[in-house]
């Protein structure tokens, strides 16, 4: 087996590290703190492809793979997990669903403009009371010939107030349950389309969270994402590949607490000699460098095989899986480590420890990605 990473791979690895330190850190706590959206810094990641980067240079996207993807994912999540959160949504749930299943109009007047950073994206799926069971949809969509009338509430939305272009999944049909759901795109400054207030979160507080409210918001038949009914096959498959992303946000939160940990430990003096040689904090870092090197290989896998064009559900179900059981495990014991400095801003690990949180919910909580390891295995699948 080939655990090398090809020079290309590299590069963009290293451009995503720099990016990490020089970019996002100077600001991070600050824009923790007031909740601040990383406008400019995210502008400046378009400009570098990394808005689309698996997206093909047709659409102006950077034609990258998804191992490069995951490199990328991982080195901002290190520093900035609000930042890595806005990249992972543009390019696995809105650029690859409408790469894979829009029409070639859709692609043209909406996919190029997001896989260059000209505009941002948004994937509206979650409801007050569909959240991982997505065929529970409330939000309506009612054929009135040449458009549909949308109506409901969408909850938890990433992007919610700074995407240009929403992907809007509602029920057409609720006698057929799963088969009457549709997937839709929709404007910004389409009437009828409100934005909620920004949610107070625990973590990833610099990404702007939102309600999305739609009350009879007309949208144009050729707005529809393939077919009729088609709906709840589009967000199933666009939210398989996004698993992947998150796992490698998971994983860089984790990586960034266990390398401010070691250094701190290495730094940080008791009874005459660094912390890191009293064997109480070195088996927690021997720990904390194994679940990541794990995690690691969970992750990179599911890439490779998404590359690949093989089978990747059950890898990146176990990538996100456990990647985001050992964020919150790692960034625990990385304040643990800082002991009273940990539990202060200015080191960053207590942030971190509430940005790891979230790896454990959204794209599909804990206990649903142990659903479809459980039912691959055992063969349900």
Not at 206 to 225: A, C, Q, Y
Request: charged content about 25%; some cysteine; overall charge negative.
């Amino acid at each position: 087996m080939l655990f090398e990473l090809s020079e290309e791979q590299l590069m963009i690895q290293q451009a995503a590290r720099d990016f990490a330190q020089l970019e996002l850190k100077p600001g991070v706590i600050e824009r923790d703190e007031h909740q601040k959206f990383p406008a400019e810094q995210v502008k400046k990641l378009g400009e570098l492809g990394f808005l689309g980067m698996m997206v093909d240079p047709k659409y102006n996207g950077s034609g990258m793979d998804a191992v490069s993807y995951v490199l990328v994912m991982e080195e901002l999540s290190k520093v900035d997990a609000s930042t890595s959160v806005v990249v992972s949504v543009n390019n696995s749930l809105v650029c690859y669903g409408l790469e894979a299943y829009g029409n070639e109009a859709q692609k043209e007047k909406y996919l190029k403009p997001l896989a260059s950073g000209e505009k941002i994206g948004a994937f509206c799926l979650s409801e007050p009371e569909a959240g991982s069971d997505a065929t529970s949809q409330q939000t309506t969509a009612e054929d009135m010939g040449d458009h549909y009338l949308l109506n409901g509430t969408k909850n938890w939305i990433t992007n919610g107030s700074t995407a240009s272009t929403y992907l809007v999944i509602a029920q057409t049909n609720k006698a057929l349950r799963h088969k009457g759901i549709n997937a839709f795109i929709v404007e910004k400054d389409t009437p009828g389309f409100t934005i909620g207030p920004k949610e107070n979160k625990l973590g990833i507080r610099g990404s702007d969270t939102h309600s999305l409210m739609f009350s009879d918001v007309k949208v144009p038949k050729e707005n529809r994402i393939g077919g009729d009914g088609f709906g709840f096959k589009f967000a199933m498959k666009t939210l398989e590949g996004g698993r992947i992303g998150i796992a490698a946000q998971a994983l860089g939160i984790a990586a960034g607490a266990y390398e401010l940990a070691l250094a701190y430990a290495k730094e940080r003096k008791s009874f005459g000699k660094p912390i890191a040689e009293h064997q109480a904090i070195a088996f927690k870092l021997a720990d904390m460098a194994t679940q990541i090197e794990a995690a690691r290989m969970l992750v990179y896998k599911a890439a490779w095989l998404k590359d690949q064009g093989l089978p990747y559900v059950l890898a990146g179900s176990m990538a996100k899986l456990f990647a985001s059981k050992a964020a919150m495990d790692i960034t625990v014991e990385a304040v643990q480590v800082h002991g009273g400095y940990g539990f202060v801003k200015e080191y960053h690990v207590e942030r971190m420890m509430r940005d790891a949180k979230i790896t454990q919910i959204y794209e599909g909580t804990s206990e649903i990605q142990k659903m479809v390891i459980s039912r691959s295995i055992l063969g349900s699948i």
